[in-house]
């Protein structure tokens, strides 16, 4: 009934203009106000301005050597893809191991679920200073802090989803003579692979907040980096130009696991 | 070959929320021989799932013991498959990978075995799809075929057919009885519905309200397929509808004593 309202009231209309309406009205509007000065630029560059510094920013040929953001974007935006893909990547197999174990294993639970639960309520920036000190102002601190978060939910997804395997489906597999590892593997993990999607797509989006948090305090390169030195030259247009950058990766990121969730989710009732 | 030998099994549970015990079987024996059709009937809550569980492993008897060929049984094992009513089919598997998951050896032997198990219930063309993509009686089929196909002694099934539409079910009964005609194996089938076991069971074994003993056993020496309309079936459903009236009349004002008290 619904679609059928929406069809018939905005007909002539294509879906992509309706939905591209709104962000294009405030950019315009953006972009006027700070023209007639309502808004003021020194503080607030406009989206033209935006646009023309991230396009030098990633084609710009290295001529001023003084300004840092000619040429620079894409070894940026690798840096701190490389830093979020090594700390998720270190938490996705951690966290799944770990909370496969505790979700399955009263032992498991009982030995490291405690500690898992202690750690959790620490907010990941209170590790800075301690990730500073104990790998330096190296990468390794930022792939630190990225698992770190990252692995917090998903192990805990993960936990959830192994605990909540239907039991009728433990007693099939019994009864078709499998052994106990063997019902892990075949049935446990597959069962609860919606919720290790869940915790591996929460875990994605706390890594690139983090990636951001480590590179402005404890790593000397990447978007987040560029973000905060900008910020010492007053560069308003190339913060708000990284703003959309990470943005934009974090964004393409997680269409890039909804993919790979959809495939390997297309049995569920409903992903 | 497949003797289930059933020894003054009881069974009580401990409801943890009540703080009491609750009994759900009573000194219940039987034998049941091989290649017997036998339908255990009863009101709902009677204990015959719990029956049907401790036969396939799942439970052990507070007292007494169960033996399938002599030997007692210790867990559930390929010897004994069991049909559940909710299928519990693998989601995540296709037709195909849900039959072959209880086979061993080659992948090319699995396969084979599987596919001549997805004609017998036929479901030829189904193969590629996931459970979700099958309808009720499409999802049992597969079940029957996933435990056919490891080729248990014994097929164990609780009310596998309850949840389907009443066409599907006939459907499936008749089905049933070919294969089990075909493959001959012992067969206990739990069932609320007295139609049911007519239609299928070589013995009936109907069982008390709570905690469940065996009132009656009724050996039905009725060629199949059963005409249910038959004056003979008549006079069976009249009896064993009298019996199981009394049972659930009795169960439902045990309930409400239990709650006014």
Request: some cysteine; overall charge positive; aromatic content about 10%.
């Amino acid at each position: 009934m619904r679609s059928v309202a929406r069809r018939t009231g905005r007909g002539a209309v294509p879906a992509a203009v309706r939905r591209l309406l709104t962000p294009v009205i405030v950019v315009l509007l953006w972009e006027g106000l700070v023209r007639v000065g309502v808004l003021d630029r020194r503080f607030i560059p406009p989206p033209s301005v935006v646009l023309a510094t991230w396009f030098v920013w990633i084609f710009g040929r290295g001529t001023t050597i003084s300004d840092p953001y000619v040429g620079t974007w894409l070894s940026s935006a690798r840096d701190s893809a490389v830093r979020v893909a090594l700390g998720f990547g270190a938490a996705a197999v951690v966290g799944v191991a770990l909370g496969t174990l505790v979700g399955w294993f009263r032992a498991a639970e009982d030995l490291v679920d405690p500690l898992i639960q202690l750690l959790r309520p620490i907010p990941i920036t209170a590790w800075v200073p301690f990730a500073i000190i104990f790998f330096g102002f190296y990468t390794m601190s930022a792939v630190f802090l990225i698992g770190l978060g990252a692995f917090f939910p998903i192990v805990v997804n993960t936990t959830a989803g192994v605990r909540q395997v239907p039991p009728i489906l433990v007693r099939a597999a019994r009864m078709l003579g499998t052994g106990s590892g063997e019902i892990l593997f075949r049935v446990a993990l597959p069962a609860a692979l919606p919720s290790i999607f869940t915790g591996l797509r929460l875990g994605l989006g706390v890594a690139w907040v983090l990636v951001i948090v480590a590179e402005m305090v404890a790593v000397k390169s990447g978007l987040g980096y560029a973000l905060w030195n900008s910020y010492y030259y007053l560069r308003t247009d190339v913060i708000v130009a990284a703003m959309f950058s990470v943005g934009g990766l974090g964004f393409l990121s997680d269409r890039i696991l909804v993919r790979i969730a959809a495939h390997a989710l297309r049995w569920a009732e409903a992903f | 070959m497949a003797v289930l030998t059933i020894e003054n099994v009881s069974k009580s549970f401990r409801d943890v929320s009540r703080g009491e015990t609750i009994a759900a079987l009573h000194e219940v024996s039987c034998t049941i021989g091989d290649q017997e059709f036998v339908a255990i009937l009863g009101p709902s809550g009677c204990g015959k799932s719990t029956l049907l569980n401790i036969l396939a492993g799942f439970d052990a008897p507070s007292h007494g013991r169960v033996l399938v060929d002599g030997r007692p049984i210790a867990r559930p094992g390929p010897d004994r498959g069991v049909v559940f009513q909710e299928y519990a089919l693998f989601p995540w598997l296709t037709v195909q990978q849900n039959i072959e998951f209880g086979l061993r050896g080659r992948a090319a032997d699995r396969s084979a075995t599987a596919r001549r198990y997805v004609e017998l219930v036929g479901l030829r063309g189904f193969e590629h799809r996931y459970p979700k993509e099958l309808s009720g009686g499409m999802r049992q089929r597969v079940s029957l075929a996933r435990v056919l196909a490891v080729d248990p002694a014994v097929l164990l099934m609780d009310e596998p057919f309850a949840a389907l539409d009443a066409l599907t079910r006939q459907l499936m009964q008749r089905e049933l009885l070919e294969i089990w005609a075909r493959t001959r194996k012992t067969v206990v089938f739990v069932t609320h519905s007295i139609d049911e076991a007519l239609t299928l069971a070589d013995r009936l074994y109907i069982m008390s309200a709570r905690p469940g003993r065996i009132l009656e056993v009724i050996d039905i020496d009725l060629p199949r397929p059963r005409d249910l309309a038959a004056p003979q079936v008549n006079d069976l459903r009249g009896r064993i509808n009298g019996l199981i009236e009394g049972e659930v009349r009795r169960a439902f004002m045990e309930r409400a004593q239990a709650l006014d008290g």
